[in-house]
């Protein structure tokens, strides 16, 4: 099962190596609800982002759980007067590393991620919330669930402005 975990790391932390060579601002945070975890965003062009979290989840006994995946956004739907305020959906994957009924070892699924975010003007900062539908697949089962989570993350990058 440890080697199994480790594989499934690694692929989680591609992404994010690639575009951070790429000197891609982005932001680091964390989030709170299901999961609870870390989480980094990796800003693309043309108002897209790699997203992803590591950390523990709540509503299956506090085991390991990850997902990544790439957002899309739109921050002409909606006006904020002192920031910019987006929607955003998604795909991803997200996996829960642990045992399960029947000796399963995880639950891994397919996240189709959507939410609000908020970028404050001349601030570093990120506030977003986001609820998540998940396709899950447990050894012979598949079933839906969802992840609802609120967050917030520091950016990184040259103007002290993370976003579009």
């Not at 932001?27 to 609800?33: D, E, K, Q, S, T």
């Amino acid at each position: 099962m440890l080697c199994r975990t480790s594989k499934s790391i690694i692929l989680f932390l591609i992404p994010f190596s690639t575009a951070l060579s790429h000197d891609h601002n982005f932001g680091v945070g964390i989030l709170a609800g299901e999961p609870t975890a870390a989480t980094i965003k990796i800003w693309g062009p043309k108002q897209t982002a790699f997203e992803g979290a590591i950390g523990a989840s709540p509503n299956y006994d506090w085991r390991l759980n990850y997902h990544f995946g790439v957002l899309f956004h739109n921050f002409k739907a909606l006006t904020a007067e002192n920031g910019d305020l987006g929607l955003y959906f998604g795909i991803g994957y997200r996996k829960i590393v642990g045992k399960f009924e029947g000796d399963r070892e995880s639950r891994w699924g397919w996240r189709t991620p959507f939410g609000i975010t908020y970028l404050p003007r001349n601030k570093s900062l990120e506030w977003f919330l986001e609820l998540a539908p998940i396709l899950d697949f447990a050894h012979r089962d598949i079933g839906i669930s969802f992840n609802a989570s609120a967050g917030v993350r520091f950016g990184f990058r040259d103007k002290r402005r993370i976003g579009p």
